[in-house]
């Protein structure tokens, strides 16, 4: 597609379930980040996917926070036993392979754990 | 980590005036970009700028890597150029650091 793509939009779920983020990037853009957004905040890193290299987890809050990216496209966040304290934006970025390049947003996913 | 520091946090303008938003990092980068968060939450380009200068209409920009800081310049400010504005940088590695962001009123 033309652009970055994430779904659901909104996404409320009760605390302790799982929810699943699902982002597609920009055709042939090999990177792809997921970042997170708390209300009135900046941007917090979670992950990095860069082809098919070992993925960059290095900031994922906790072992209920996973993600993959199959095929070297598409990617889901996985939340598994939702907390209060993950409610947020969730972000997805993608990006030509390379220090050199910009990243794109999509428009993100509000999750809101009850 | 990297520090990343923008200035002002906060600002209010009428319509027509010009701003001067300031993004301060730590380190070393290799890459270095502008974004504005409009009231909907989504996050626009405005310039890929690692160094140098560009313009883009009302809108330039100047990286000075030497020195670790970067400017975003607003020139006849609009009301729909409301919004937060977020510089991020990447030194060595993957990873992105962000700025916590200019949020920036323009009133008519």
């Known amino acids: 597609g033309a652009g970055v793509s994430q779904s659901p939009s909104n996404k409320v779920t009760e605390k302790g379930k799982d929810v699943e983020l699902r982002c597609d990037p920009i055709?042939?853009?090999?990177?792809l980040y997921w970042y997170r957004q708390s209300l009135g905040q900046g941007l917090e890193f979670l992950i990095y996917?860069?082809?098919?290299?070992?993925?960059?987890k290095s900031g994922l809050p906790s072992d209920r926070f996973s993600a993959e990216r199959t095929g070297g496209s598409v990617s889901t966040l996985t939340i598994q036993r939702t907390q209060q304290e993950d409610s947020a934006v969730y972000l997805c970025a993608s990006l030509l392979a390379g220090a050199y390049n910009e990243q794109f947003f999509g428009p993100g996913t509000r999750l809101t754990v009850l | 980590g990297i520090q990343v520091e923008q200035s002002p946090p906060d600002l209010i303008l009428q319509e027509g005036a010009n701003s001067t938003l300031r993004c301060n990092f730590s380190d070393s980068v290799n890459n270095l970009q502008w974004f504005h968060q409009n009231p909907w939450g989504q996050l626009i380009n405005l310039f890929y700028i690692p160094s140098g200068t560009k313009q883009n209409g009302r809108l330039s920009a100047t990286t000075v890597a030497t020195e670790r800081y970067s400017l975003l310049y607003i020139s006849s400010s609009q009301t729909t150029d409301s919004g937060v504005y977020f510089c991020?940088?990447?030194?060595?590695?993957?990873?992105?650091?962000f700025g916590t962001g200019t949020s920036l009123t323009v009133i008519p």
């Open positions: 991020a940088v990447r030194p060595t590695g993957n990873q992105f650091y």
């Open positions: 996917f860069q082809g098919n290299s070992a993925p960059d």
């Open positions: 055709s042939g853009h090999t990177a």
